[in-house]
């Protein structure tokens, strides 16, 4: 899907609903993402009515997510340090969501640990290509707004179409979802590594 390539788009949406988030500081903002994710694999994991809570907590910890570095931008206030700390939230709110649907009555453990590990090596290759000079690369069909918006669509099944049904693996929407992150995740790392690989190689 490779929502990140819509970023200019997403701009000018964030350019109409961002003026109230411009008074607060975009590493408090970082930190209320990162707290509402935590609460979204919280509810996640308690299942039941808290599903519906969940996807009330996603949405605000992507809306959130998605306002610090604009608000960064727009107050002047962007730096090296307020991207660490965001980068380093991101992947913490990863590994809190993604528990929360592995540890879940309806979740899998097993498919938890590759879909984790997927998710982190996606994100870690995008910013290691940055670190070896090159520009951070966004390649792949699973880029951190894919991930938001699976999460969104699976939670909604799960409420509305909660399916379990058994072939080697129980699939239900939770291991659904985390089956495609590991999967996916996977395709995504190797993506990402393949093309900095190659730019590397013409240096």
Avoid at 107 to 118: D, K, N, P
């Amino acid at each position: 899907m490779a929502l990140d390539s819509l970023r200019p788009r997403a701009n000018g949406f964030l350019e109409i609903i961002g003026k109230p988030f411009l008074k607060i500081p975009p590493n408090l903002i970082s930190i209320l993402s990162f707290l509402f994710a935590i609460l979204t694999g919280l509810f996640i994991y308690e299942g039941s009515f808290y599903i519906i809570l969940a996807f009330i907590s996603i949405l605000l910890s992507s809306l959130f997510d998605a306002m610090d570095g604009f608000v960064a931008r727009k107050t002047g206030k962007a730096s090296m340090a307020g991207d660490l700390l965001d980068h380093t939230f991101d992947r913490l709110s990863d590994i809190a969501i993604l528990a929360g649907f592995a540890f879940s009555s309806t979740g899998s453990i097993y498919l938890g640990f590759f879909a984790v590990t997927g998710v982190l090596m996606t994100s870690y290759m995008g910013t290691q290509a940055q670190s070896v000079g090159l520009k951070r690369n966004y390649r792949g069909i699973l880029g951190r707004a894919d991930r938001l918006l699976y999460i969104m669509i699976f939670i909604i099944i799960q409420i509305f179409y909660p399916y379990s049904y058994s072939y080697y693996i129980t699939f239900t929407p939770f291991t659904t979802l985390l089956l495609w992150f590991a999967v996916a995740g996977y395709l995504t790392m190797a993506s990402r590594f393949a093309s900095s690989f190659r730019e590397l190689s013409k240096k």
